[in-house]
Each structure stands twice: as structure tokens, then as C-alpha cells.
């Protein structure tokens, strides 16, 4: 299954009529035209690795949990675009904050560190406790707790970072945090170049606990959603230069892209080019 790491209505703005975007290749410099169903994802990148494992289907994480967050932060980006801001509700906004938080938990390098950390501690936490082994051991069959564990539960040790991803996403503590910030979405209809997208579309400068922490997510060539904390940001960006500023978002998104860049065009192909990270020049 492709699971998209971009989810494809995110992608959906920068198309033109032949319903595809610019793609821009960081690691060789090719840039193609593509669909949003054909980029910006990974053949089983969320998928367990058995039919089932302890009740959950291979593909629920996408099938399931991810097309619910993707289908309700499609409704209040289109909202945020049509400038609507004040008027989500308080269930608008958890569900834009559950969609910025999977976005970065869906990230290729994050789902593998997940999977590869989560099994390994587990193992390790297994290994430690012989005395739960002896309790439950009857003949002997198998020697420790973990051989134990995969037997009665298949798949139950080497899944277990994905049974954790929902549970990371709707992190109560990093959630209500991202929803105290304040709210922003910054037009640049006059600017003569168009914001792009990366294939890490979320960018945060600071973290999360950073007293001027910023977070900006392109939501159109035109459009970027902004939440920002303190006092200092909320007096700058009513004033800044929206060029300049449009600008700066651009060379983030650049700059922080691990494989892809997104546009409406090839316009901007040397500005890419000239941001490119050393390793892919």
C-alpha cells in the first residue's frame, strides 16, 4: 500500500490543470511533473508486517486512523484558506493539530527509528523480567519471555512502534500545547513567486517548549498556516515584509526537504538549486 508521507490533498493546491505539480529531485537536481497519488509516499511504510497482529489489521494505521486525520484537516485547510481562521471550532482545531503532529510522525526516518527503537526496547524490557517468564512457563518450549511473547502474540514485538504511533499522535501533552499557540494564516497574493513545498511539509523553528516558537505549514502556492508563541513574534509578523517573509519560508522548506521539493512550476528551479544540501550537489 502507499502510504503518503505528503498526504496528497496537501498536495492538491500546487497542481495546474493537467492535475500535477512540479516535482524537484534534491539529490540529482530532476524535476518532473507529477500526480499527487504518484509522490511524496512509500510502498508499506505504515504497514505491519503480518495480516494481523494482536487485532489490528496490516493497514489500519492508514486505512483507518490516518485517512480519518487527513480527511478532517482537508475540510480546515480549506477553511484556513478561505480565511476563515476565527470561525473553527475547538474540534477544527485539535483535528488541525492531530494533522501537523502526524506529519511529522509519518516521516520515513521517524517510522524507522520508531519501529527499530520500540522493538529494541521492548526486548530489553522483556529480558529483564525472568521472573514473569517462570510464572507463565509450563513445559519449557521456549527459553526466555520474548520467544514466549512472539509465539502467544506473532508480530507483537517487531510491530510494536506502530501500535504506538496513534497513541504519539494524540499526545495530550505536545497537543494542547500546539493549540495554545497563537494562530495565524498569512496570504502572499502579490508576491512574485509561490511558496514551496517540501516533502517535510511542516517547518518548526524552535521546540516545542521554545518561547518564540514558530510553526509554518504551506497550505497553497498562496497561503501558509503560522502559529507562533510570545510575545516578540506577535508584534513582528503583522509587520514583516510579505516578500521577505515568503521568501524566508521557501529557503526553510528547502532547506529542512530530505528527498523532494513541491511547486506549480519550474519556476523557481534556481532558487532550489542554489539551496540544495551539499550531500545531493
Not at 492531530?98 to 511529522?104: A, D, G, N, T, V
Not at 512457563?137 to 510494536?160: Q, R, S, V
Not at 517535510?200 to 502556492?221: K, R, Y
Not at 528551479?269 to 551539499?278: L, T
Amino acid at each position: 500500500m502507499r502510504n503518503h508521507f505528503v498526504p496528497q490533498f496537501l498536495q492538491e493546491p500546487w497542481t495546474s490543470g493537467d492535475g500535477m505539480l512540479q516535482v524537484f529531485r534534491l539529490e540529482d537536481g530532476v524535476t518532473k511533473r507529477r500526480s499527487p497519488r504518484a509522490t511524496g509516499f512509500k510502498h508499506g511504510l505504515l504497514s505491519l508486517t503480518k495480516e494481523q497482529v494482536m487485532g489490528m489489521d496490516r493497514d489500519a494505521l492508514e486505512t483507518v486512523v490516518l485517512q480519518r486525520v487527513d480527511n478532517e484537516a482537508d475540510l480546515v485547510r480549506k477553511k484556513l484558506e478561505a480565511g476563515a481562521l476565527t470561525d473553527l471550532t475547538f474540534e477544527e482545531r485539535c483535528a488541525w493539530v492531530r494533522f501537523i503532529m502526524s506529519l511529522r510522525l509519518r516521516q520515513p526516518k521517524i517510522v524507522e527509528g520508531l519501529r527499530l527503537e520500540a522493538a529494541e526496547h521492548l526486548r530489553q524490557e522483556l529480558a529483564k523480567r525472568p521472573e514473569e517468564y517462570e510464572s507463565i512457563a509450563t513445559d519449557g518450549t521456549f527459553p526466555t519471555l520474548e520467544e514466549w511473547t512472539e509465539a502467544a502474540f506473532p508480530g507483537a514485538i517487531e510491530n510494536f512502534g506502530m501500535s504506538l504511533f496513534q497513541g504519539l499522535m494524540n499526545d495530550e501533552t505536545v497537543g494542547t500545547k500546539l493549540l495554545n499557540l497563537r494562530w495565524w494564516v498569512w496570504k502572499f497574493d502579490d508576491n512574485d513567486h509561490t511558496l514551496l513545498l517540501s516533502d517535510q511539509p511542516c517547518v518548526f523553528a524552535g521546540g516545542i517548549d521554545d518561547p518564540n516558537l514558530a510553526v509554518m505549514l504551506p497550505i497553497s502556492p498562496t497561503t501558509a498556516f503560522i502559529a507562533t508563541r510570545g510575545e516578540r513574534l506577535a508584534f513582528e509578523l503583522p509587520r514583516a515584509n510579505g516578500k521577505a517573509l515568503s521568501r524566508n519560508f521557501n529557503d526553510a522548506s528547502v532547506r529542512q526537504a530530505d528527498c523532494y521539493v513541491y511547486s506549480v512550476d519550474e519556476s523557481q528551479r534556481r532558487f532550489i538549486e542554489n539551496r540544495r544540501p551539499p550531500r545531493s550537489r
